[in-house]
Structure formats: structure tokens, C-alpha cells
């Protein structure tokens, strides 16, 4: 309360202190132990909720699925053009190796460990030899495919149970894409397999 004194007022200062007694607050400084428990439990259930939601195992299996599209996808187009130079496709034994040969791979993809949800890597002529990833396969009329086992759920929920999605490059369709099989594939007819992605 303020209180505005002029020459006019006859009142005492010190009956004027008197008059107004200054009371403390009597709220606590701070937060209870109640309070502080509270919003600890709080942060912790969301921080339990955000670490769902994001799912790091997930997230890794996701970025390694990148890593073999992208392979699978680069070993597709050199298979092309190791066609386009020798008029056939490398032998299942010897493909990776044939396409450092010809030149149409300076280094092959290094392989990339299946770590999540106990998946297993294809195991059709399988490269490389540590951490096998890129499997191969030939067929005279159908051309060849290359393809590698998908590890992460968001890519697998997309296939039928028992399917598993494989990323797979087909020179008979002239492209690479997400398929959905159960077991490793063989090459197909142009146009006959339906892509999921």
C-alpha cells in the first residue's frame, strides 16, 4: 500500500508504522518434495514415450536398408552394362568377381551386418565374403537379378506373413524396386512381379 504524505498530514511517523504493520508472506520459497516428484514422474514417462516412439534399434535397421538399396541398385546397373559390353550375364560362381574384371565395379559394396530382429542374409550366391549381403541369380530367358533381404520392419510389414521384402534390381524389368517373397527369389518374366515399392 502506498500512502502519500504531504506538509498538511499531523500524523507521527512512527504512529504511521504502527498503523501499518507489514506482514511476511507466509507462502514457502520453492517447490514441496510432492511438487519436485511429480514433475519427475511426468518427464519420465515422457521420455519413456518419445524413446518408443523413435525406436533407435528400428531407426539403424532403416539406415542399413538404405545402404543395401543403394548397393543393389549400383550392382544392377553394372550388371547392365557388363551385358551391354560382353553380350551375356557373369556366371552365378564368379559374378562379383567378373564385374571388377570387366571393370564395371571399381570396389565391390562392402557387405552390411544384419544386427536387428534376427534376420539372416540371402544366401543365393552370396557376396561379399565377410558380412555376405548381395545375392545373384541367372536364368537364360529371364535375365538375372540381383537382390539383398531387407532387416527393417517398416520395409517387412508391407509383405504378407511368412513373405520377407527383398530389395531386389531385375534387368528384365530394367529396374530396382522392393518386392515381397517367400524365400530368396529367382529372376522372373519382364512385367510378371508386382513391386510394393
Known sequence: MLLILDNKTNLDKNKLVDKFIITKNNKPNGF????????????GILAVVIFIAIDPGERQAQARDTGRISSVTQIGHALEAYYTTVGSFPDTGTWAQDLLDKGELSSFPS?????????????TYVQPAVDPTYCYDLDATNGVIVFSKSESNSHTQR?????????VFSTADGRGGTICNNGD?????SGTMSYVE
Not at 527369389?185 to 518374366?189: E, F, L, V
Open 111 to 123: 557387405g552390411i551386418v544384419y544386427t536387428a530382429y534376427s534376420v539372416s542374409n540371402c544366401t
Open 159 to 167: 509383405c504378407s506373413t511368412p513373405e520377407v521384402a527383398y530389395f
Open 185 to 189: 527369389p529367382s529372376p522372373w518374366a
Open 32 to 43: 514441496t518434495l510432492i511438487e519436485l516428484l511429480i514433475v519427475m514422474a511426468i518427464l
